[in-house]
Structures are given as C-alpha cells and as structure tokens.
C-alpha cells in the first residue's frame, strides 16, 4: 500500500513581475518537497498591458491560459490529488482561475481543495454586489479558505461563506532567520551607523515618496551616520496616486536623493530590486525597516515578515491585516504617513539604540514563536492530510 502523501497540485497567478501569489506558493512547495511531498506546479498567466499591439497581447495571453486549463486537466487522472489555489480578486482573474477550481471541484472533491487568498481587494466589496456573489461562489466549491487574519475572516463570513471553512494562516518567508547569537550581535552597542530600509514594490502609495521627504530634513545625533536604502522597481498603475508615469516617478526620486545627499551625515542608495543572497544581507544589515504604506489593497506584506526574522525595528502602519502578525511591543505604528511624522519617529529610534533593539528582539522572538517556515508547512500539512 502506497503510504506516500498525496500529489498537491499548486495553481498560481505567474507574470513576469513580483507575484506575491507566486512567493507565497513556492515557499510551501519547497517546504513540503523537503518534506517528501509531491508537488506540481499549475502556474496562470497574467494579462499584460497591451502596448502598442493590444490584439497580438490579447491572443498571446488567451493562448498561454488555453495552454494552462489544458494542463490543468491532469488533476482528473491523479486518485487522491490536493488542489492548492491562489485566488484571485479581480473579474479577469476570476475567469482565469474558474477552469483549474472547479475541475479541482469535481474530480478531487470539495473537501480536497483549498483556496488561499492573498490580497484584500475583496475586503472593499459589498455582500450583494456582483464581485462579492461570483467570489463567494467559487469560495464555496472549496473545503478550506485560508485567510491571512481575523479582520479577513470576518467579512467573509459577512459574505456568506461559512465559518468552518475558514482558517487564518499567515503569511511567513523564506529569509532566513538570524540566529539568537547573530541577533545579539547586531543589537549590542550603540551603532555609530545606522542602516535604514524600504524595500518593496515602489508604489507611490507604499509610502517612498514620504519617506525620501521625511530624510530631507532630518538631522541625525552629531555621533551617527545614516545609510538609507530605497529597494524596488517604480510601478505607477490604478493604486498609485502621485506619479504619472514611471519615468516621472524615477526622475524624483533621483533628484529627491541627491537633494539628501548634500547633508554628510545621510547617505541614500536606490537598488531598482534585490532577491537571493543580496536580499538577505540588506536584511541582516538593516537597523530600521520602514514600510509607511497606506496601499488601497494592502494584505500582509510578506516584506515585514521579513525584516522581522532579520531581527530589523519595524515603522509601519496599521492597514491590511499588518497588525495580525505585529503589535505595539514588536513595531512603531505611525499615527498617520505625513513626512513630519516619519522623521519625528525616525529621529527617536536613530537616537534610542535601546527601544530599536527592544522592537526588533520582539519582532524577532515573535516571527520564531508564530511566523517561523516550519511551522507554517506543518499547518499545510494538516489542511492536506484531511481526509476526503
């Protein structure tokens, strides 16, 4: 009797950019291939802008999603197969991902599909509406949604989708740890140079643009250097609502960072994106995380998860479901994003070594107790282990 577990098939959206479905999904394949698990990756294409040849990206893009309900099939002939769903939350995604859910739905059965919801698009929507109703029904032809906190849970059950098919499982990440040992190190002493971190998606509405305005005026102690650190590639789209283009975004930001640069006490570096090693080591070398967002569909970035496990103190704010994995003793929530605001924030924490320390030990004790890989692959193992 073949005691194997059971083949999960992981079906995400996949464009060619960040995909925070795509992170989220690989970091539990690989926990579970680690594990013995068998895996098989369903990934969806994702539409394109369309350029200046709308009707070639059009049929490129039906293409690619004919190729992937195809492959979407082999579901059918796999006995005892787990279907893992990233959903969407858009009426595009929602054709999209309707072919690989409901053959998941009627091949595998409805205890055997679980569905994971990323973002909070759906948090804006109204019980009635037609987004809401065609959401809700497809939630429906799965046993388990997974939602990231308690405020998501909520409304859907506001929604109409019954509790016992909801579980908040957070997100983790795949930075590694520091160390006990290695965290003490980094939090000892009173650092003479202090490295200050933003490291996401450069939507204006992640909060950059106040962060730069905020460091323009900010005056370090006589005995500190600053090194400021702005990670991530400019995207102007529906949720941003400073920048006209991306060309004009990167123009300011440029001369915003040579315009702090003038003070010899700041030194500001833009990395148009980092992953892998170099990744880590901003991490592990970073004092302050700053991510000042106030998002429109803000979930849980998986950006402070991050910073936690890298024993980094965290300045943030309180949208999303940020505050399911932080509180006041692991994190400094900003009152509101005004430039004003950050740099008094800033100022405290650059000139206080010891509450910097204090939130980011909290943060990093927090991320091993309830956040930490393991335990989030044990928790899908659980899901997957149900019996049909």
Same mark, same amino acid.
């Given at each position: 009797?073949?005691? *194997?577990?059971?083949? /999960?098939?992981?079906?995400?959206?996949?464009?060619?950019?960040?995909?925070?479905?795509? @992170?989220?999904?690989?970091?539990?394949?690989?926990?579970?291939?680690?594990?013995?698990?068998?895996?098989?990756?369903?990934?969806?294409?994702?539409?394109?802008?369309?350029?200046?040849? *709308?009707?070639?990206?059009?049929?490129?893009?039906? #293409?690619?999603?004919?190729?992937?309900?195809?492959?979407?099939?082999?579901?059918?002939?796999?006995?005892?197969?787990?279907?893992?769903?990233?959903?969407?939350?858009?009426? #595009?995604? =929602?054709?999209?991902?309707?072919?690989?859910? /409901?053959?998941?739905?009627? =091949?595998?059965?409805?205890?055997?599909?679980?569905?994971?919801?990323?973002?909070?698009?759906?948090?804006?929507?109204?019980?009635?509406?037609?987004?809401?109703?065609?959401?809700?029904?497809?939630?429906?032809?799965?046993?388990?949604?997974?939602?990231?906190?308690?405020?998501?849970?909520?409304?859907?059950?506001?929604?109409?989708?019954?509790?016992?098919?909801?579980?908040? $499982?957070?997100?983790?990440?795949?930075?590694?740890? $520091?160390?006990?040992?290695?965290?003490?190190?980094?939090?000892?002493?009173?650092?003479?140079?202090?490295? @200050?971190?933003?490291?996401?998606? $450069?939507?204006?509405?992640?909060?950059?643009?106040? $962060?730069?305005?905020?460091?323009?005026?900010?005056? &370090?102690?006589?005995?500190?250097?600053?090194? /400021?650190?702005?990670?991530?590639?400019?995207?102007?789209?529906?949720?941003?609502?400073?920048?006209?283009?991306?060309?004009?975004?990167?123009?300011?930001?440029?001369?915003?960072?040579?315009?702090?640069?003038?003070?010899?006490?700041?030194?500001? *570096?833009?990395?148009?994106?980092?992953?892998?090693?170099?990744?880590?080591?901003?991490?592990?070398?970073?004092?302050?995380?700053?991510? &000042?967002?106030?998002?429109?569909?803000?979930?849980?970035?998986?950006?402070?998860?991050?910073?936690?496990?890298?024993?980094? #103190?965290?300045?943030?704010?309180?949208?999303?479901?940020?505050?399911?994995?932080?509180?006041?003793?692991?994190?400094? =929530?900003?009152?509101?994003?005004?430039?004003?605001?950050?740099?008094?924030?800033?100022?405290?924490? @650059?000139?206080?070594?010891? #509450?910097?320390?204090?939130?980011?030990?909290?943060?990093? *004790?927090?991320?091993?107790?309830?956040?930490?890989?393991?335990?989030?692959?044990?928790?899908?193992?659980? @899901?997957?282990?149900?019996?049909?």
């Amino acid at each position: 009797m073949d005691q *194997r577990p059971p083949v /999960v098939f992981f079906c995400y959206a996949d464009p060619s950019g960040f995909s925070g479905q795509r @992170i989220a999904s690989e970091i539990v394949i690989q926990g579970l291939l680690a594990r013995g698990w068998r895996c098989r990756r369903l990934p969806l294409p994702v539409k394109r802008a369309a350029g200046t040849n *709308r009707w070639s990206a059009i049929v490129r893009y039906l #293409a690619a999603l004919l190729v992937a309900w195809v492959r979407s099939l082999a579901m059918v002939g796999t006995s005892g197969a787990r279907l893992h769903l990233n959903l969407g939350q858009t009426r #595009a995604s =929602f054709i999209r991902d309707i072919v690989p859910l /409901v053959t998941g739905r009627l =091949f595998l059965g409805r205890r055997n599909v679980a569905v994971s919801l990323h973002g909070s698009l759906f948090m804006r929507w109204s019980a009635g509406s037609l987004n809401s109703r065609v959401f809700v029904w497809m939630l429906k032809r799965a046993g388990v949604v997974t939602v990231l906190g308690e405020r998501q849970r909520a409304h859907l059950q506001r929604l109409g989708v019954a509790t016992d098919a909801l579980h908040i $499982l957070p997100n983790t990440c795949g930075v590694p740890p $520091l160390s006990a040992d290695a965290l003490r190190d980094k939090l000892q002493g009173r650092q003479r140079r202090v490295q @200050i971190l933003h490291l996401s998606t $450069l939507y204006d509405t992640k909060g950059y643009p106040q $962060l730069l305005e905020a460091l323009d005026d900010l005056t &370090p102690p006589a005995d500190v250097q600053l090194d /400021v650190i702005l990670c991530g590639k400019v995207v102007v789209g529906d949720h941003s609502s400073r920048f006209p283009s991306v060309a004009a975004a990167a123009r300011w930001i440029e001369e915003r960072i040579d315009s702090i640069n003038r003070n010899p006490a700041l030194n500001v *570096r833009w990395i148009k994106g980092a992953a892998g090693e170099e990744k880590n080591r901003l991490f592990n070398e970073t004092h302050l995380f700053v991510l &000042p967002t106030e998002y429109p569909v803000e979930a849980q970035p998986i950006v402070l998860i991050e910073a936690m496990a890298s024993g980094c #103190a965290i300045v943030t704010t309180r949208v999303g479901e940020i505050e399911s994995i932080l509180d006041s003793d692991t994190a400094s =929530f900003l009152t509101d994003t005004k430039p004003a605001t950050i740099r008094s924030e800033l100022g405290r924490l @650059i000139a206080d070594p010891v #509450a910097r320390a204090g939130l980011a030990g909290a943060a990093w *004790r927090k991320y091993v107790a309830t956040l930490a890989v393991d335990a989030h692959i044990d928790r899908w193992e659980h @899901i997957f282990r149900r019996k049909a």
